[in-house]
């Protein structure tokens, strides 16, 4: 059991004061929280974390939030991948505990097992769940829910509430921010708590920009990441076997909305757009169409191109998810609700943008094990923070009972961050992350592992059809370009890492059997 939240400064107006609950004993204010999670956004992409593309990444509204509250450099996934990260967010377990391991060939999601919004629901809050769900089995634990089935459209998308699956009009970042503003607008004045997950589909795969973006970052020229070009030298067969390279991999018409002939437009997702968007849509691609065909590019010059394509899409649905941020945070301040809730936003997971050559994401290295998490909390989190400590999403739900004041049940696996958020890292705040990784043979083929990480070094084991073993130095080698397993300067390192790995598969639970129990028949 948790202490007691101790009462925070009282902010003054009177809808902060209707959000307030009391429980029988002590009087305790429970403050609202805002989760916003958007898909396969890369901590690359926000201007707030710096890098090469701060001048660039269109997100001064997630930038708002950092510099209200705090940023979290090492935010670690334990599965980089949708659907199993969002059933960690759920549970605050492991993949192999919570059983929803991978995307494909993956039954539904267990949603009668125990999630912190079933907890928060329990114990009085009002809850809620818009956009992308991906766990196959209908939400549990919500008074509202209205989800994307599987990965959604962009356009004109279809959605499933209670009462079924029905068409909405309109781009689908803009259709969940209304839906969520107008429960918002509901939930304001319940007179309870109240704890929204507002799950953006953008920008995942294909990038489809919204109408009010089209075209925005086309004019741009995009730095190349230095391993662009990766051979993957000096590294494993997994990496020299994947399928998510920008190269061979992105598809000139799906990805890069490239069409040759009319017929391919459906293949788009054009196929679902009104005369009017489809207009608008054609009035910028089909320039770029026209000049890409005339210009035949090959080899790396294609690369180059196919780069700059991808980014300006992916940046221009970014743009789009930031504007909603800014309606959600504009919505507190006009409501008087800004003091008293916690805003977050994070992504499933984090994403290659040209690094290693690569797109997508599943791997153990920096780009895709590191999601961007900030947060505000007025009164609490100091404004302009910035932490460094190994967090994960394995801990979002015993923060949000914590912060709720709701008993964190023992049998979940990762720890509450409040201290953190509080300016007071506790002395054992872990050392040690684990991941593990199950989603192979399927899309992108990046190989089964898994391993552990410290602030400095990672281990990694790579399994099922082949059995290899990867160390790497981050102190020396961030962009993670070296196997150093080999080499005999790292022999007590490699000792030590093997250690932790065998320590931290115990304490989680995690074993040969289990792991075996997960391989395709
Ligand atoms: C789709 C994408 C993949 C992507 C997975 C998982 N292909 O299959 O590129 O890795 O989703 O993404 S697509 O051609 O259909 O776009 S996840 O974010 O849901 O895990
Ligand atoms: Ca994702």
């Known amino acids: 059991m948790k202490t007691k939240l101790s009462l925070l400064s009282i ?4 809808s902060v004061l209707a959000s307030c609950t009391f429980s029988t004993n002590n009087a305790v204010r429970q403050p609202n929280i805002i989760y916003i999670m958007s898909d396969d956004h890369a901590w690359q992409a926000i201007s707030a974390y710096g890098g090469v593309l701060k001048d660039i990444a269109p997100t001064p509204n997630i930038d708002r939030i950092a510099a209200n509250g705090m940023r979290f450099d090492r935010c670690l996934v334990t599965n980089s991948i949708s659907g199993p990260c969002r059933a960690v967010v759920l549970t605050g377990k492991y993949s192999h505990i919570n059983g929803f391991v991978k995307n494909e060939g993956q039954s539904d999601f267990d949603s009668t097992q125990q999630t912190f919004p079933m907890l928060l629901q329990e114990a009085g809050y009002n809850t809620a769940m818009v956009g992308k769900w991906h ?25 499933i509430n209670k009462n079924g699956r029905y068409h909405t009009d309109g781009y689908v970042t803009e259709v969940i921010t209304e839906k969520c503003l107008s429960w918002l607008r509901d939930a304001k004045d319940q007179g309870k708590p109240f704890m929204l997950m507002m799950h953006h589909k953008a920008p995942h795969r294909n990038w489809l920009p919204g109408p009010n973006e089209l075209g925005l970052f086309n004019n741009v020229t995009f730095p190349e990441p230095s391993t662009l070009f990766d051979d993957y030298s000096g590294r494993g067969t997994a990496e020299k076997t994947q399928d998510m390279s920008i190269e061979k991999t992105l598809r000139l018409v799906q990805d890069l909305k490239l069409p040759e002939d009319l017929s391919q437009k459906n293949s788009i997702g ?13 009035s910028i691609y089909n320039p770029i169409i026209e000049k890409f065909y005339s210009s035949e590019l090959n080899g790396d010059s294609l690369t180059r191109y196919k780069y700059q394509r991808y980014m300006q899409d992916y940046l221009a ?17 006009e409501n008087g609700l800004d003091k008293n809730t916690i805003v977050i936003y994070t992504s499933d997971q984090g994403f290659y943008l040209g690094e290693h050559g690569w797109f997508d994401k599943r791997w153990m290295f920096e780009e895709s094990y590191k999601t961007p998490f900030v947060i505000q909390w007025p009164g609490v989190i100091k404004e302009g923070s910035v932490n460094s400590d190994m967090v994960s999403n394995i801990d979002f739900a015993e923060t949000f009972l914590d912060v709720a004041d709701v008993r964190i049940p023992d ?14 890292t506790p002395l054992n705040w ?9 989603e192979y043979p399927g899309s992108h083929m990046v190989k089964r592992h898994y391993g552990v990480s410290t602030d400095r070094y990672k281990l990694i084991h ?7 073993w990867e160390l790497f130095d981050l102190k020396n080698d961030p ?9 005999p300067q790292y022999s007590d390192i490699k000792k030590m890492m093997h250690k932790k790995l065998e320590k931290i598969r115990k304490k989680y639970g995690d074993s040969d059997e289990l792991t075996k129990s997960f391989l395709p028949n």
């Open 11 to 14: 902010a003054g107006t009177a």
């Open 135 to 159: 766990l196959g089995s209908n939400p549990v634990g919500f008074d509202y829910w209205d989800i994307l089935p599987g990965q959604g459209s962009y356009y004109n998308p279809d959605f």
């Open 270 to 282: 054009l196929g679902r757009m009104n005369e009017k968007q489809l207009s608008a849509w054609d």
């Open 317 to 333: 649905c970014i743009a789009a998810v930031d504007k909603s941020v800014g309606q959600i945070l504009d919505f507190l301040a």
């Open 411 to 424: 049998d979940m696996q990762g720890r509450s961050i409040k201290p953190i958020l509080e300016g007071k």
């Open 430 to 438: 872990r050392k040690e992350h684990y991941y593990h990784y199950y």
């Open 462 to 468: 790579y399994y099922y059809d082949i059995d290899e």
């Open 479 to 487: 962009q993670e370009m070296k196997n150093v397993y080999n080499d």
